[in-house]
């Protein structure tokens, strides 16, 4: 048996507590972990609430982790190398506020010397986001202009780095306090969403990563070129009337591979990550995350570690 913090009741956060679980058996594709650290997403939050998927309660919460190796399934060495004792970083879908957590062989990276535990499990959900939406989905190139919406945040952040990386003159929405902070880390133009209109600034933009949804949306898709791509985290352009043929929602799938690219970029100093604070595990403090990331009043990733 080990500890975990289950979900009794869709709801409120009082609704989560601690409980005895029996330890996972892992299948001869998957490798089982002790926990490390956490990071509090905003899917945990939306699940607990109930407006996120859902399962047969009590559930162990949970959406990220990294973990030290404890064993690995036989079929495991097969395409991936790990070994006991190394720490890899995945993103489970729930089940990561556990002592220990059975993960498949596709979905963990191994994390490098260099990256600590609470910088590669902040990077698990969003950081793998941002890599998949802007290498994989709009792929923009040297020359070219992308809208990211909520440059400060979690994604944000992260896929911001990425297209700068790739080349492309970035823009993106944020606060006002947000601006020195962002223009930092490379030619970013940052524009005050509650000051300045999409359309007074940007026209015929290439490409727009949303992260909003509703009215950012459609004001997006009107700053979009006739060949440009958006693509919406949150949202179905297709419930907006609009000829344009590249606009879709998309959802983040767990990729070691991808992960595992994005943390040698982090190694590297390429990507640099925002962490708002690091706590202990424990029950209080992952009620208080939740809290925090609900109000919006993260400057950055909250760890448990």
């Known amino acids: 048996m080990m500890e975990a913090i289950v979900l009794k009741k869709f709801g409120a956060f009082a609704n989560l507590d601690l409980a005895q679980v029996p330890t996972p058996t892992i299948t001869s594709k998957q490798i089982l972990v002790k926990r490390l650290a956490v990071a509090v997403e905003p899917y945990d939050v939306h699940f607990v609430a109930g407006n996120a998927g859902t399962a047969s309660l009590p559930v162990i919460v949970g959406s990220s982790i990294v973990g030290e190796v ?7 060495t097969d395409i991936r190398e790990v070994k006991v004792g190394d720490r890899i970083v995945a993103a489970p879908h729930l089940k990561a506020c556990a002592e220990y957590v059975a993960i498949g062989r596709q979905a963990f990276a191994v994390v490098p010397d260099k990256v600590s535990d609470a910088v590669a499990v902040s990077q698990a ?3 793998q986001t941002a890599y998949q939406m802007i290498n994989a989905q709009l792929q923009p190139q ?3 202009t992308i809208l990211i919406h909520g440059g400060a945040g979690a ?4 896929a911001l780095q990425l297209a700068l990386l790739r080349g492309a003159k970035v823009y993106t929405t944020a606060r006002q306090h947000h601006q020195a902070q962002l223009e930092a880390l490379g030619d970013v133009t940052v524009i005050d969403y509650q000051q300045q209109s999409l359309k007074d600034v940007l026209n015929q933009v290439d490409y727009v990563l949303d992260t909003v949804g509703g ?3 459609q004001a997006s898709l009107a700053i979009l070129a006739p060949k440009g791509k958006l693509v919406s985290l949150v949202d179905d352009p297709t419930r907006y009337k609009t000829s344009l043929q590249d606009a879709q929602q998309v959802f983040m ?6 992960l595992s690219k994005l943390l040698q970029l982090i190694a590297a100093t390429r990507v640099v990550v925002q ?7 424990n029950l209080a403090n992952l009620k208080r995350g939740y809290q925090l990331s609900q109000a919006n009043q993260l400057n950055g990733k909250y760890v448990l570690a």
């Open 70 to 76: 404890i064993t690995v399934g036989s079929e495991v």
């Open 125 to 127: 959900v969003a950081g």
């Open 142 to 144: 040297a020359g070219e």
């Open 155 to 158: 994604v944000g952040y992260t």
């Open 215 to 217: 009215a950012t949306l």
């Open 253 to 258: 799938k767990s990729r070691g591979s991808d």
């Open 275 to 281: 962490i708002d604070q690091v706590v202990p595990f």
